[in-house]
């Protein structure tokens, strides 16, 4: 029979990751039955609060004989209680068990974890409807991740390889040759992505946390995910390798919107135009979108670097397309840019004093007329308007790659322009 395993908040900011513990439950429960495909990491709402880093929960899917199926669970609940973070105070465990076909509800509320905030009460009663098990640790939180994942419909997807290490190493700085991973990233982008800053420079494929993570390769092609990894050359001791399908770069979490039905929370794309002039503060960028329906503030953070530039050159009556989570910044619903495609451009227009028609001296205002300022010359003041070159082009602007969601697709990727068609 078909066993569904759900696992979600198991770490904390000091150390471990749900997908260790799914990496390590994935190769221990196949002495029990065949795995259905890869192990599956979810990724849900990436604005909801209590996240410790990417809201990412994990779905295994094994095909079981029934006599094995306890065993297995105990397994589970075993290696959870084991590994989990459980001592930290934000740190809630939640298993999920279902047998069989995942049914069209749980598919929604898979979706609805994926776009907007749902409840612990929410994850207790779809499980009651579907007779899936639950197991709370503590608040029990995780069960809203737990079952979110095994519903998730998975129709698009990328891979991710994690490679994880040793603990007594997981205090140190990762050690993976920098060299090696620009090499890799020349040999295999963009069937690999994000693994490096080309501006910066900078490595991306190793977190930095005390996690068991020693680094994570995604792409969009498996063959060339494992290839890359072997091109590597890592300076400290391997314990587990685990390739995963997952939900990253999909766009799946952005959902069209009117700025009425915007709340907080969601993940939105909302077409409209430019209401005011940007305005800075704390070095985020801000600025007002308005659509047939209200305003709402729209904000490129200070991480998001020089895409903030974009932001700086919007005028007010720009048509552009955003794309971004809502949060509350400084009590404001304010829309998190992830993506912004200014549409239709307003001509920007700068008007000038003409050149003196008798001298060619420069004109000075004296109320509503001019003066030379060479030879005294006086004229009614009639300026001239100069059309000034529009800095930005009708496409697709994202932020850098270490200030992007999981969940965004990096342009470079095939469709990564369908969200934005309607
Ligand atoms: P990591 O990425 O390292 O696994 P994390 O960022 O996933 O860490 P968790 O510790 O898993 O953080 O915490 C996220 C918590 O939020 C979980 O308890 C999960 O069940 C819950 N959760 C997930 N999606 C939603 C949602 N849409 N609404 C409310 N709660 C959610």
């Keep these: 029979m078909l066993l569904h395993i759900g696992i979600d908040d198991t770490d904390s900011p000091n150390g471990m990751c749900t997908t260790y513990i799914g990496a390590v439950l994935y190769r221990e429960l196949s002495k029990f039955g065949e795995p259905i495909d890869l192990p599956r990491l979810i990724r849900l709402n990436p604005n909801i609060p209590y996240k410790t880093r990417g809201n990412g929960a994990v ?4 095909d079981i004989l029934e006599e094995y199926v306890d065993e297995a669970k105990e397994l589970v609940i075993e290696k959870v209680r084991e590994l989990a973070e459980i001592n930290d105070e934000n740190t809630n465990p939640g298993i999920a068990f279902l047998e069989g076909d995942i049914p069209e509800v749980l598919r929604r509320f898979s979706i609805k974890a994926l776009r907007e905030h749902v409840t612990i009460k929410e994850a207790e009663e779809i499980s009651k409807k579907i007779k899936a098990e639950i197991i709370k640790f503590k608040l029990g939180r995780g069960i809203i991740g737990a079952l979110a994942a095994i519903g998730y419909p998975l129709d698009k997807y990328t891979y991710e390889l994690l490679a994880y290490r040793k603990p007594e190493n997981r205090k140190k700085e990762r050690n993976v040759d920098r060299e090696s991973v620009f090499k890799m990233d020349e040999r295999f982008y963009p069937f690999t992505y994000d693994n490096v800053d080309p501006y910066k420079r900078t490595v991306l494929i190793t977190p930095h946390g005390r996690d068991p993570v020693l680094l994570g ?3 969009i092609d498996r063959g060339k995910v494992l290839q890359a990894f072997e091109e590597l050359i890592i300076k400290e001791e391997v314990t587990l390798v685990q390739l995963y399908k997952t939900n990253q770069s999909t766009d799946d979490h952005l959902v069209w919107k009117k700025v009425k039905d915007i709340r907080l929370y969601d993940n939105v794309i909302v077409r ?11 070095r985020h960028v801000f600025f007002e979108l308005e659509d047939e329906t209200g305003k709402i503030r729209v904000a490129a953070f200070e991480p998001t670097k020089k895409f903030r530039n974009y932001v700086r050159k919007l005028i007010p009556g720009d048509e552009v397309i955003v794309a971004g989570g809502v949060k509350e910044h400084e009590g404001v619903l304010t829309i998190n840019l992830e993506k912004l495609y200014p549409v239709k451009l307003v001509p920007k227009v700068e008007y000038r004093k003409p050149k003196c028609p008798k001298c060619g001296g420069t004109m000075k205002s004296k109320g509503d007329y001019l003066k030379c300022k060479r030879c ?7 300026l001239i308007p100069i059309k000034l070159p529009r800095d930005l082009k009708p496409k697709i602007y994202e932020v850098p790659p270490d200030a992007r969601k999981h969940l965004a697709r990096p342009l470079v990727l095939f469709g990564s322009e369908e969200k934005f068609v309607r």
């Design 59 to 62: 779905a295994l899917t094994f």
């Design 217 to 219: 390769i995604r792409g």
């Design 272 to 282: 409209g135009k430019v209401a005011s002039k940007y305005w800075e503060k704390g």
């Design 376 to 382: 005294g010359y006086k004229m009614p003041k009639i």
